[in-house]
């Protein structure tokens, strides 16, 4: 076990693990911060999303020792009062079927507009690649990101 001393949603969040276990249980389990989910724990299908910088990374598969400084976002953190563009558009759209894969859709989404804040069709289709929906929702996700973009650049 070791002492783990984390940014995360901007607090310092202290937890005593194994410097194996990977950073999603370490939300889920440890800090209660559930909106993040499991889906595979194999890297493979995006539920697990969460932000390390400013960047979208598959919380299953990375073991909390390599985490460091860096900060952590989860959906809990990623606006204070759910008024992030993408959350806006994704309520605008209707997006979420059963619900399951959105957190982390939407973190991948969330991440893609911080790098590339004006996404092509092909953009947006390479960057949420990775994230699954068993519903099918991909049509509306895709909608959705072109919403934010624009309010974002407007
Ligand atoms: S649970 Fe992490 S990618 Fe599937
Ligand atoms: S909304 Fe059901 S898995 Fe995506």
Redesign the pocket.
Known sequence: MAVYNLKINGTRMEVDVDPSTPLLWVLRDHLKLVGTKYGCGIAQCGACTVHLGDTAMRSCSLPVSSVGNQEVTTIEGLSENGDHPVQKAWLEVDV???????AG?IMSAAALLKSNPSPSDADIESAMNGN????G?YVRIKKAIKMAAEEQAS
């Open positions: 979420p079927q059963c619900g399951y894969c959105q859709q699954i929906c068993r519903c929702t």
